[in-house]
């Protein structure tokens, strides 16, 4: 039988269907052959309990009522003495209870009493089944014992069901399984009860979530349990708690929507056992910056209290910049800030701030808070420690998640699909439309793509963020500069006070450039600049005849638009585009042609540098016939490409005023994955948790470095094809040959091994140089690759 936590369940039933007494004559029987056996260790307590039950006949009965067991405590005790180990008593949840009958608790250990016990302690399935849960888990259990007891089936199963405790007093949720013995259940049957064929058990295990089938092949009615029920609990909330966040976290609306929140905080709660605790989280863009507006802001302070800016200096900037747990085990002890004095307003004592990093990057951050000094512990973190990194690749899903959205909304309602998938946007369409009894607001299909071999690509730029940053250092530092040899070069402004505190901030602030940029202080200059240094300046030239010529030729330095110096930046943006764009236009034109040998999807985008995603297989294709040959002939084209473009970025150098340079890469996966379109992101991804692992190597492969060195696998002037298996690479050295012999690459084929990468090992790279002296023409014809292509 599946899982029954997320299967819609047939069942006509309302209610139990068949009959159920009390009984304990199958414990009195194993009792009464112990009793036989005077070298069994239990002989003479068996003997003993025999003989009093002879005083008390009614505990022999065949059905058994509630009023005996009032009756006879001590007997009752004595009986389930066989059943229960009394020497785990204070450490087994167990107990027993009528047949099916939840409601009559007939014996139970003191650890079950204490832990479980009480009028405080709230009981419910720990996830939905069905409207009739408790029903369906009574009927799934009677069927069970069925098949075991009556069909003597060996049924290959444990049939556990998760509850969720309340302590109704405290708040606190605890989980436990719940597991069932029937060893002291008689089954008896009332009328005729057929033998069930070989095709009736197949059909039932294969409809196993339809009841109303399960009661027409073995009806309820016709069976009677008399007996008692063991059920024994094992506390599973940690392990419970941290799959819900998991699966959680790897929802979209987890951490974009407040019920998601809401959900993650109850979950957190649970784990550290404090139903209290207060729990808050978000994403960061660098903490100098505007941090408090980005998209996820759940913090225990909400953002209209506290400025970004007031986080600055705090506990927050600590743990930000050191990347640690900064744990405060009591607020009313720090000195006092608008931070502290916020959560001492609500109560709040204890607190601590855990960074997200990932890749050595901070994703974002959580925080907990108690109003108990002392109430949030290490070792409460600790528990948790597990779920930080789920925590961050979430954060980090969020954001790029929430970026496409950004995107989104630029673009048109619908975006425009790619013509190789469009007949089947079209088919959804037609149906949607054609539905006359679909309600209005009814969504299309999915539409699901399964079997395809993903292709990706990168032309990345080699150093693009250090060139960017020491271009913006030297355009500030320049303008900076200039600035202050105006404030210092005129004996007439010497002496005006407001002007020394200009020249000493314009010192400050060249240092600050000179030790390198730190995230927000680019804005913080400009707004210097034209906030302070522009009015002035502009008061001078009115006031002092003397200055204008001076101050006139800073001015013509400065870009008209932006309003401040833009050359270095210019020079570095003017490079990156005309790469960009000559790599794309490539690009573009390669995949025209290239679309003409077979139709395949793929999507190109921009970062620094272009990178391409595509995938090819029979399911893209409503009318072709799709032949392992024409994802041969798009690897090959894809290796022709990526030559052209690093000999149309070399021919590029002397043009370029900043010089930059391109790495190539290849992440080859042989293995068939499905993709999905997402339709409130109106995008196509890879669909299936099983599917991760690719798509994390992809966003990491850049940055992986050779086995036991330092050096990266992408290197200007070659072409690095990552793999993960020997036989993913055969057909690539077959066609490097093909390449070496055309004079397209040069030089010995290096084989390496790579560095792990989080989330993606054992990878390897074979890595190629690019000959720059050979012809950039590539031809798609079949004549071309045939030969390459079919003498593998």
């Known amino acids: 039988m599946i899982n029954k936590d997320y299967i819609k369940v047939n069942c006509n039933l309302c209610e139990i269907p068949f009959k159920t007494h009390l009984s304990f004559r199958y414990l009195i029987k194993d009792i009464t052959a112990i009793s036989e056996q005077d070298t069994h260790p239990m002989y003479p307590m068996a003997t003993s309990l025999l003989s009093k039950l002879k005083k008390a006949p009614e505990l022999m009965d065949e059905v058994v009522e509630q009023k005996t067991l009032d009756k006879y405590p001590e007997l009752l005790k004595q009986l389930m003495s066989f059943a229960f180990n009394p020497l785990l008593d204070d450490v087994e949840l167990s107990a027993a209870w009528k047949p099916f009958d ?42 069970v014992i069925i098949l075991e007891k009556y069909y003597k089936l060996d049924i290959p199963i444990d049939l556990p069901f998760t509850l969720k405790m309340t302590d109704t007093d405290t708040g606190l949720v605890k989980f436990f399984n719940k597991r069932f013995n029937s060893r002291f259940l008689e089954i008896r049957t009332i009328g005729e009860v057929k033998d069930l064929s070989a095709k009736q058990i197949k059909m039932l295990f294969d409809n196993d979530n339809d009841l109303v089938l399960w009661n027409k092949i073995i009806p309820l009615e016709k069976f009677e349990f008399n007996g008692f029920l063991q059920f024994a609990y094992h506390d599973v909330t940690r392990d419970h708690a941290i799959s819900d966040l998991k699966s959680d976290l790897l929802k979209k609306e ?102 997200l990093i990932l890749d050595d990057e901070i994703m974002g951050m959580l925080e907990f808070g108690c109003k108990k000094p002392g109430g949030i512990t290490m070792i409460q973190l600790k528990l948790l420690h597990d779920l930080f990194p789920v925590f ?56 699901i793509f399964p079997d395809v071999v993903p292709i990706y690509g990168a032309s990345d730029i080699r150093g693009s963020s250090v060139e960017r940053n020491v271009a913006i250092r030297d355009d500030l530092r320049k303008q900076l500069r200039e600035a202050s040899q105006i404030l210092e070069g005129h004996e007439v402004l010497a002496d005006v006070p407001l002007l020394k505190d200009l020249r000493y901030t314009i010192e400050k602030h060249l240092k600050t450039v000179g030790r390198g940029l730190k995230a927000g202080d680019e804005v913080l200059i400009i707004d210097f600049l034209k906030k302070e240094i522009e009015p002035v300046f502009n008061l001078v030239k009115g006031r002092y005849p003397g200055m204008i010529e001076a101050i006139e030729a800073y001015e013509k330095l400065l870009d008209p638009e932006l309003g401040v110096i833009y050359n270095k930046r210019k020079n570095f943006e003017d490079s990156l585009t005309m790469i960009n764009d000559e790599v794309s236009d490539i690009i573009d034109k390669e995949q025209l042609k290239a679309q003409t040998v077979f139709p395949h ?8 540098g272009i990178e391409y995603n595509g995938y090819i297989g029979q399911s893209l294709v409503k009318e072709l016939e799709y032949s392992s040959i024409y994802l041969k002939n798009i690897r090959l084209w894809q290796l022709l490409v990526m030559v052209s473009v690093a000999r149309k970025v070399r021919s590029l150098q002397a043009d370029l005023p900043t010089k930059l340079d391109i790495t190539q890469l290849i992440l080859v996966h042989s293995k068939p994955l499905s993709i999905a379109f997402r ?114």
């Open 254 to 355: 987890s951490i974009l929507s407040k019920d998601g929140y809401l959900k993650i905080k109850d979950k957190i709660r649970t784990l550290i056992e404090n139903p209290h605790a207060e729990f808050g989280m978000a994403a960061n863009y660098g903490f100098e910056t505007n941090l408090n507006q980005n998209f996820i802001w759940n913090t225990i302070i909400p953002r209209e209290e506290l400025d970004c800016h007031d986080y600055q200096g705090t506990m927050y900037e600590k743990a930000f910049k050191g990347k640690q747990i900064v744990l405060t085990t009591d607020m009313a002890k720090l000195e006092k800030d608008d931070v502290v004095a916020a959560f001492l307003k609500r109560g709040i004592r204890s607190h601590a701030i855990v960074p």
């Open 601 to 608: 999807y793929f999507e190109k985008y921009r970062t620094d």
């Open 102 to 143: 939840m409601e009559q608790e007939i014996y139970s250990t003191n650890a079950f009493k204490k832990i479980m016990g009480g009028p405080n302690r709230r009981f419910e399935l720990a996830k939905e089944l069905d409207e009739n849960q408790m029903l369906i888990t009574v009927l799934y259990q009677a069927y």
């Open 392 to 447: 961050a690749l979430a954060m980090k899903r969020s954001k790029e998640d929430w970026d496409d959205m950004v995107r989104s909304v630029i673009q048109e309602e619908f975006t425009a699909i790619h013509p190789t998938v469009e007949w089947r946007f079209r088919e959804a369409a037609a149906q949607l439309i054609n539905d006359d009894d679909a309600p209005d607001n009814k969504k299309p299909d999915d539409i």
């Open 679 to 792: 339709q409130d992101e109106k995008k196509f991804d890879v669909a299936g948790a099983y599917n991760i692992r690719y798509e994390i190597t992809k966003k990491r492969i850049d940055k992986a470095l050779v086995k036991g060195t330092r050096e990266r696998v992408t290197q200007v002037g070659k072409i690095a094809i990552v793999y993960s298996h020997a036989d993913e690479i055969a057909e690539y050295k077959h066609y490097l040959d093909f390449m070496k012999a055309q004079g397209y690459i040069s030089g010995q084929v290096e084989d390496l091994e790579l560095e792990d990468l989080k989330g993606a090992s054992g990878l390897k790279a074979l890595r190629i140089e690019v000959d720059f002296n050979g012809s950039d023409a590539i031809k798609h014809d079949k004549q071309v690759y045939e030969e390459v292509i079919t003498k593998e």
